[in-house]
């Protein structure tokens, strides 16, 4: 069956220090892979995204992800953490070549401590 | 060039009421899909239409809800008869459609059943 489980649901890390959020996931062929963000009552935004090429992906705010086929892991990195970065983080994928029906994580909330 | 517009952004309804959700999606974006939130889950999809068409309902509940993208106006998702286990967060998406491509998202409709 195709998932994406993000291990953890809660991470707390003090300002400047680094963050690694994991993404795991289970599907029949290379998906597209994405990570969104939301804030307290806000939508998602879209932090980046691998379609093909290049696995180390680099994203908007600071962030970047690593594409490991081996490992069906696409962790979501960033070497210093603000403060404005607390909010929930979401791993998804999406079929090839297409937008159609991705699948989420439940989410990995994200405290930062100052 | 306007984000998706979802309406209203908040949604209080008594058991038994019916619920419609509207969203717009980006200018040049025929496709549209609808992903529900329940609390402290991720995001789960309910249904994928084009204009005048619904593609796929497989994640929309049988009875209840329904779905419609009009030729003209926005998006629809309606739900009759709610109750309090309807109480979510409702996320539009659209995109231009086909192709590497992301879906965007609204800031979504937060339904609460009283």
């Known amino acids: 069956a195709q998932s994406v489980t993000q291990p953890d649901i809660h991470i707390t890390v003090s300002e400047g220090a680094s963050l690694e959020l994991r993404c795991n996931y289970s599907y029949g062929a290379t998906p597209y892979l994405f990570w969104y963000v939301q804030s307290p009552g806000q939508g998602l935004q879209l932090l980046l995204k691998y379609f093909s090429g290049d696995t180390l992906v680099q994203g908007i705010k600071g962030f970047e992800a690593e594409f490991k086929r081996s490992q069906s892991s696409f962790n979501l990195r960033k070497p210093s953490v603000h403060w404005s970065d607390a909010a929930e983080y979401f791993c998804a994928v999406g079929r090839p070549g297409g937008t159609y029906k991705y699948i989420f994580g439940t989410g990995t909330r994200l405290k930062v401590l100052a | 060039n306007a984000g998706v517009m979802q309406n209203p952004r908040h949604l209080v309804r008594r058991r038994g009421q019916e619920a419609r959700l509207r969203c717009s999606p980006m200018?040049?974006?025929?496709?549209v899909y609808w992903y529900r939130q329940l609390p402290e889950e991720g995001l789960k999809f309910m249904v994928y239409?084009?204009?005048?068409?619904?593609?796929?309902e497989s994640g929309m509940p049988k009875e209840r809800f329904s779905a419609e993208f009009p030729k003209e106006g926005p998006s629809i998702l309606r739900i009759q008869q709610v109750v309090r286990g309807d109480s979510a967060a409702y996320f539009c998406a659209s995109s231009p459609g086909g192709g590497n491509t992301e879906a965007f998202f609204g800031q979504g409709t937060r339904l609460t059943v009283v």
């Open positions: 239409l084009q204009k005048e068409n619904i593609i796929d």
């Open positions: 200018k040049g974006h025929s496709h």
